[in-house]
Each structure stands twice: as C-alpha cells, then as structure tokens.
Nanobody, 122 residues
Framework: QVQLIESGGGLVQAGGSLRLSCAAS????????VGWFRQAPGKEREFVAG????????HYADSVKDRFTISRSNAKNTVYLQMNSLRPEDTAVYYC???????????????WGQGTQVTVSS
C-alpha cells in the first residue's frame, strides 16, 4: 500500500508562486497516475490536475490551466504541482491521490494524502 505525503504549502501573496510536492512511501508509485485536488472551506473537493503513470498525459481544471503545472520524477518517487499567478480563490487544502495504472483524469483514485494548506492573501 502506498502512503502519500504532501508538502510545500504555505501563505503567499496574490500573484506569487508555490510548489507542492507529493512523495510516496511504502512502495514506488512509478506505475500510478497521480492527481491533485483541493477543498476550500464550505466547498466540495475539486480536481485540480492529474498526470499519467508515465507522465505522457496531463489534465487540468479550467480554473488553473496556464497557471499550474503538474510533473513527476519517478526517480524521486515524487509528483509536483507548480502553482504560479496564485489568486485568493486558490486558497484551499491541497491533496494528492494515486491510482495504479490510472490515466491521470479527474476521478478513480485509490490512495490519498493528508493534505497541505495553501493560503493566498489579497
């Protein structure tokens, strides 16, 4: 069973950048698709970005397209979410999730991390 640990969250001003990391332990997750999701207070969890197991396919929510970039280093067993041009509405707890041989789409994930808080001030 893979365990996922997110890091890199914090407080940033609008227009700033953060890079989130999702590290796997327990086993390699080079065969897993990985997705990033977020949940703001009082709102449902929503899909942000996903990447296929080999990095050949990526998918983004419209709200983050051209601002966020998902990437992975299977050598480091880590997936990243580079977030640029951050807005106050990006404030949320960000979660990563993994799916064995998954496509990197918006659903179908089996393992979830505990989340990392991202706060964007105006």
């Amino acid at each position: 069973q893979v365990q996922l640990i997110e890091s890199g969250g914090g407080l940033v001003q609008a227009g700033g950048s953060l890079r989130l990391s999702c590290a796997a332990s327990g086993r390699t997750f080079s065969s897993d698709a990985v997705g990033w999701f977020r949940q703001a207070p009082g709102k449902e969890r929503e899909f942000v970005a996903g990447i296929s197991w080999n990095g050949g396919y990526t998918h983004y929510a419209d709200s983050v397209k051209d601002r966020f970039t998902i990437s992975r280093s299977n050598a480091k067993n880590t997936v990243y979410l580079q977030m640029n041009s951050l807005r106050p509405e990006d404030t949320a707890v960000y979660y990563c999730a993994a799916s064995y041989l998954g496509s990197g789409g918006a659903s179908g994930y089996d393992y979830w991390g505990q989340g990392t808080q991202v706060t964007v001030s105006s």
